[in-house]
Each structure stands twice: as structure tokens, then as C-alpha cells.
């Protein structure tokens, strides 16, 4: 990462100590240690609204069908089938 690639941000003072003694233990530069946590948290979020989305596909019953059905015609393209929701 170049200097023209960086910004500061503000955290506390414990945040940040603990951010220094995870990179020490971790032998990564901080900034590496924070993209990789915002990548997970991102990737957490984005999987726990796709959770969710399931959840109220499997609660209405035409969008359901219709789910269903267009993943018939997904299957007969693909060697594997589609989930079950």
C-alpha cells in the first residue's frame, strides 16, 4: 500500500492498543489486520441478509413456487441441483 492509498481514522485509545497487540501477535501491519476484519464483517452481513432473504422467500408460498420453478429451469443447465427452500 502506497502513502496515496492510506487515511487515518480515529478510534479509542483502547481500540487501538488492542488493534496494535493483535497485529504484533498476528506479525501483519495493522492495516492489513483492519481490511481483513472489515472484509469479514462485510462478508457476515451480506450472508446474514441473504439468510434472511430465504427466510421470507420460504414464508410466502407463491414467491415460493415461483422460486421453485424457475430453479427447475436453472437444473436442467447445471449437473447439480438447486437448494431446497
Request: hydrophobic share 50%.
Amino acid at each position: 500500500m502506497s502513502a496515496a492509498e492510506t487515511t487515518t481514522i480515529r478510534v479509542p485509545t483502547p481500540t487501538r492498543d488492542r488493534l496494535k497487540a493483535l497485529a504484533a501477535r498476528r506479525g501483519e501491519p495493522a492495516g492489513e489486520i483492519v481490511a481483513k476484519l472489515v472484509d469479514a464483517a462485510d462478508e457476515e452481513a451480506l450472508l446474514a441478509q441473504a439468510a434472511a432473504d430465504f427466510e421470507r422467500l420460504a414464508g410466502d408460498h407463491e414467491a415460493l413456487a415461483a422460486y421453485r420453478a424457475e430453479a427447475r429451469e436453472v437444473e436442467v443447465g447445471f449437473a447439480a441441483p438447486a437448494p431446497e427452500w
